[in-house]
């Protein structure tokens, strides 16, 4: 719900943006890493033809509401979510059609062994999807970018989530994090193909593809 109210409800518009790029194909098996409490996962379940998609997150009490919420949806017989660690899957390599990632990907330890394990997973000619906050660079959106997310984000999310380093950390990690060209050079030296970058929103988030 903090997301949504931080974001002004534009986050929902990014997620839909994500899911369509999965459109057109038929999918035996995504994988939803940092799945947290499964809204992707729900609206790919909804919106596309696929038979099965599996959540992954280190966040147990994430995961405890996503599955709340999946069988709310009455989604529990295609969407399954499970603890794991985005750096070692546990899936067979060249068994998964799509891997998907959303708001994920910059709180991985090492970047490019999670991308080395979506890779080592996904079938010849599966799909990469990362939805990730990214810089704008263009004035004034960027000063007011980064003037609201370090001094007025931090404070409603404390306000709000009772958490004093939550919405601080977020800013940090997306100033540290690898975005635009520099995010799409990972993609290629981990092996990805047909790699591409959609900034969203003037650059605030970006849209990553990649095929196997």
Known sequence: M????????????????????????????????????????IAMAKT?????????????????????????????????????????????????????????????????????EMYRILQPGGKVVILEFSKPRVFPLKQLYHFYFKRILPVVGRITSKDKKAYSYLYESVQAFPDGADFIQLLDQTGFTKTSWKPLTFGICSIYTGIK
């Open 48 to 116: 596309l033809n696929v038979q099965k998609i599996v959540g992954i997150d280190i966040a147990q009490q994430m995961l405890d509401i996503g599955t709340k919420k999946i069988a709310k949806a009455n989604l529990s017989e295609k969407i399954s979510l499970e603890w794991g660690d985005s750096e070692n899957l546990r899936f067979e390599s060249n068994t998964v059609s799509a891997v998907t990632v959303a708001f994920g990907v910059r709180n991985f330890e090492n970047v490019k062994a999670g991308l080395s």
């Open 2 to 41: 903090l997301n949504h109210l931080l974001s002004l409800g534009v986050d929902k518009g990014w997620r839909k943006k994500m899911i369509k790029t999965l459109n057109g194909q038929p999918h035996d098996l995504i994988v939803d890493v940092a799945t947290g409490t499964a809204d992707v996962a």
